[in-house]
């Protein structure tokens, strides 16, 4: 159980364009579900958290007009990252709460942007 | 003091020896303790937590040791593999009642060598 999944798992746009990442929990239910982004050998830095149905929180520093969050179920969220450039190319990772069990978070195998 | 500092950066262990990851926080609002394991390309995997009213958690080869006084908390691989070699990160969890995320620490790359 506890399993997430993202689509797709690479992608490759043209500055400018807008890229769509979707994260879903495929065996549960989430309450909460976590955008995280992380670069080459780094640690993982959050950029929101986002709750069914309601507006995502961001971290301090991340735009939230670039990144746009959606929470439209229990089981979907999506990140869209709009006018991509370059410095927007990056490993981008969700993660899901599992509704019921208030700590563990569960993450899906993660997308590699790549924005020439 | 949302930090969380973890060492080493790096470790090669033998195959069959003792594999330790060593965490540090200075927030004493954190409530729940947990280590992922992360192979390259891949979105990180949860292998054991704790939670601080606990000093010891064992799962399998993996150990938590938790020390609340001293605010550190390290992970035990016992019996390493090679198949363990990969990044290892350590996390806290601060609940704030409206919002509960976790503060992941720097990460280890460990390397277990034949």
């Known amino acids: 159980g506890a399993v997430v999944s993202q689509h797709p798992s690479w992608v490759i746009c043209k500055s400018g364009t807008s890229v769509k990442i979707e994260c879903r929990s495929l065996?549960?239910?989430?309450?909460?579900m976590f955008w995280y982004r992380q670069f080459p050998k780094q640690s993982l830095m959050l950029m929101a958290t986002?709750?069914?149905?309601?507006?995502?929180?961001?971290e301090q520093g991340v735009e939230k007009d670039k990144f746009l969050i959606n929470h439209a179920s229990l089981t979907l969220s999506t990140l869209t990252v709009t006018s991509a450039h370059p410095e927007d190319s990056s490993f981008y990772i969700c993660?899901?709460?599992?509704?019921?069990?208030?700590?563990?978070?569960?993450f899906g195998p993660g997308t590699r942007l790549t924005v020439t | 003091q949302q930090q969380v500092k973890q060492s080493p950066q790096s470790l090669i262990v033998q195959k069959g020896g003792i594999s330790i990851i060593n965490c540090a926080y200075e927030?004493?609002?954190?409530?729940?303790f947990p280590w992922y394991q992360q192979f390259p390309g891949k979105g990180p995997a949860l292998l054991i937590a704790?939670?601080?009213?606990?000093s010891e958690k064992k799962e399998g080869r993996f150990t938590i040791s938790f020390n609340k006084s001293a605010k550190q908390f390290s992970l035990h691989i016992m019996d390493s593999q090679p198949g363990d070699s990969a990044t290892y990160f350590c996390?806290?969890?601060?609940?704030?009642?409206?919002?509960?995320?976790?503060?992941f620490g720097t990460g280890t790359r460990l390397q277990v060598t034949l």
């Open positions: 993660s899901a709460r599992w509704y019921g069990r208030s700590y563990e978070q569960y």
């Open positions: 065996d549960f239910q989430a309450t909460t």
């Open positions: 986002s709750n069914e149905g309601s507006k995502a929180t961001y």
């Open positions: 927030n004493t609002a954190f409530d729940y």
């Open positions: 704790i939670r601080p009213d606990v």
């Open positions: 996390a806290a969890n601060l609940n704030t009642g409206t919002a509960s995320k976790l503060t």
